[in-house]
């Protein structure tokens, strides 16, 4: 496993001709570049995936952040510790000189994060619920951000279907149960 463009020199293989690589669907696109070109420069006959494999949502919120992270004093990303993409979009908010913080929900945005703050970003790592979302909207219009203008740079219309599986068991279960926030 290979984590930085340094690390590439000091890697050690049987045969610099017949290697390959993937990536970690999750990691930072600005990283991962690096490291591949890196790679690339070091053994010129190396095969990458024939597809970008860096996970759309990934990539599309990564783009985002990018987008507003200039226009904004400060960045919150809900999404939870062990989420990959949601502590990358935390990162790519930090490598542009914004501050940035990774929270669970809205009660764990800390009153002084918020002092001098004019302007303030919101994204949500792929797989965090849109209702939190929408708690930490709520939440930060009483603190005085009421004035909510959606930024959507790709649509995301991908929608997975359920493997026909567990369609047929949700359809004979004897009552269907949903989750709330």
């Given at each position: 496993m290979v984590g930085s463009p340094e690390e590439v020199e000091s890697l050690t293989v049987p045969d610099p001709n017949r290697i390959a690589y993937l990536t970690q669907t999750t990691l930072s696109l600005d990283e991962t570049r690096d490291i591949i070109a890196a790679l690339e420069t070091r053994f010129p006959n190396i095969k990458g995936p024939a597809a970008q494999d860096i996970c759309y949502a990934t990539e599309n919120r990564q783009q985002?952040?990018?987008?507003?992270?200039?226009?904004?004093?400060?960045?919150?990303?809900?999404?939870?510790?062990?989420?990959?993409?949601?502590?990358?979009?935390?990162?790519?908010?930090?490598?542009?000189?914004?501050?940035?913080?990774?929270?669970?929900?809205?009660?764990?945005?800390?009153?002084?994060?918020?002092?001098?703050?004019?302007?303030?970003?919101?994204?949500?790592?792929?797989?965090?619920?849109?209702?939190?979302?929408?708690?930490?909207?709520?939440?930060?219009?009483?603190?005085?951000?009421?004035?909510?203008?959606?930024?959507?740079?790709?649509p995301e219309n991908v929608r997975f279907g359920l493997p026909p599986e567990i369609v047929v068991a949700i359809g004979s279960a004897p009552n269907s149960v949903t989750a709330d926030c």
């Amino acid at each position: 496993m290979v984590g930085s463009p340094e690390e590439v020199e000091s890697l050690t293989v049987p045969d610099p001709n017949r290697i390959a690589y993937l990536t970690q669907t999750t990691l930072s696109l600005d990283e991962t570049r690096d490291i591949i070109a890196a790679l690339e420069t070091r053994f010129p006959n190396i095969k990458g995936p024939a597809a970008q494999d860096i996970c759309y949502a990934t990539e599309n919120r990564q783009q985002a952040v990018k987008h507003v992270v200039s226009d904004a004093d400060l960045l919150l990303v809900v999404g939870s510790n062990n989420s990959s993409n949601s502590n990358r979009l935390v990162e790519v908010a930090r490598n542009f000189s914004t501050a940035s913080h990774l929270i669970d929900s809205y009660r764990n945005i800390q009153p002084e994060w918020l002092e001098g703050v004019k302007t303030i970003a919101l994204t949500a790592g792929a797989s965090a619920p849109e209702c939190l979302v929408e708690e930490v909207v709520k939440y930060l219009g009483t603190r005085g951000f009421g004035n909510v203008k959606e930024v959507e740079l790709m649509p995301e219309n991908v929608r997975f279907g359920l493997p026909p599986e567990i369609v047929v068991a949700i359809g004979s279960a004897p009552n269907s149960v949903t989750a709330d926030c």
